[in-house]
């Protein structure tokens, strides 16, 4: 790595600052009222930056009123305003299993993000094993009927049926490749309710 005159050669430069780079721009999906893009900010650093989408107005301004640090912008995560390849990393907590084509929602994500950039989605899944039956009598059968006894509940109903709809855990892997994603993985959280899915950009 190191040449006669002690000075480091201008490849073995480029390739140490490769390694060490920071993470320097990442996109949060499907935003929300922002919390998890402004934990990522911690991921960026002082000269790095976070943008965060969605196509709800009104999430858009809790999330302003809580960090002016994020840039908010409101897009759909269907045809995110930005130039192919924008980002080193992306996230998506909670959002893809509403999107209305999911397989489309990955092809996006991949599209903004540079060869190598990172994803992480955060989404709830059905658990496998002895807590399905619990699990199924909470969302199927109390979820629902509090949405029917609550004002405003129709999003008790949406929630379980959006989640009955969701590709299981390693569908939605399988999907991320397809989408032109490397090195999928995947980790369960909450006793399998929660499913944390990472790839790498081909
Ligand atoms: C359950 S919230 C999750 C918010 C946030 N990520 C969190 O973890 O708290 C889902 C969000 O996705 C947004 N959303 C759904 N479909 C979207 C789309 N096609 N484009 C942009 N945002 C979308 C909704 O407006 C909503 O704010």
């Not at 002082?46 to 009104?58: L, N, P, Q, Y």
């Not at 390693?170 to 006793?191: I, N, P, S, W």
Request: aromatic letters at 8%.
């Amino acid at each position: 790595m190191t040449v006669e005159t002690g000075k480091l050669a201008p490849d073995a430069v480029r390739t140490m600052f490769d390694r060490i780079a920071p993470v320097y721009r990442v996109l949060d999906a499907c935003c929300g009222t922002g919390d998890l893009a402004i934990a990522g900010l911690r991921l960026v650093g002082s000269t790095g930056a976070v943008i965060g989408v969605d196509f709800s107005e009104r999430m858009l301004e809790r999330a302003r009123s809580k960090s002016s640090q994020v840039e908010w912008v409101q897009g759909d995560a269907l045809a995110l305003p930005f130039a192919d390849g924008s980002f080193d990393a992306a996230t998506v907590g909670f959002g893809v299993r509403n999107l209305e084509d999911l397989e489309a929602g990955l092809r996006e994500l991949r599209r903004v993000l540079r060869p190598g950039g990172r994803v992480g989605i955060l989404e709830i899944t059905r658990p496998r094993g002895l807590l399905r039956p619990f699990y199924k009598l909470w969302f199927d059968g109390l979820v629902p009927l509090a949405g029917k006894l609550l004002p405003g509940g129709s999003a008790y109903t949406y929630l379980p049926a959006s989640v009955r709809r969701f590709p299981g855990a390693k569908e939605l892997a399988e999907l991320m490749q397809t989408a032109g994603f490397d090195q999928v993985h995947y980790r369960l959280f909450g006793g399998g309710i929660v499913a944390l899915h990472t790839g790498v950009a081909r």
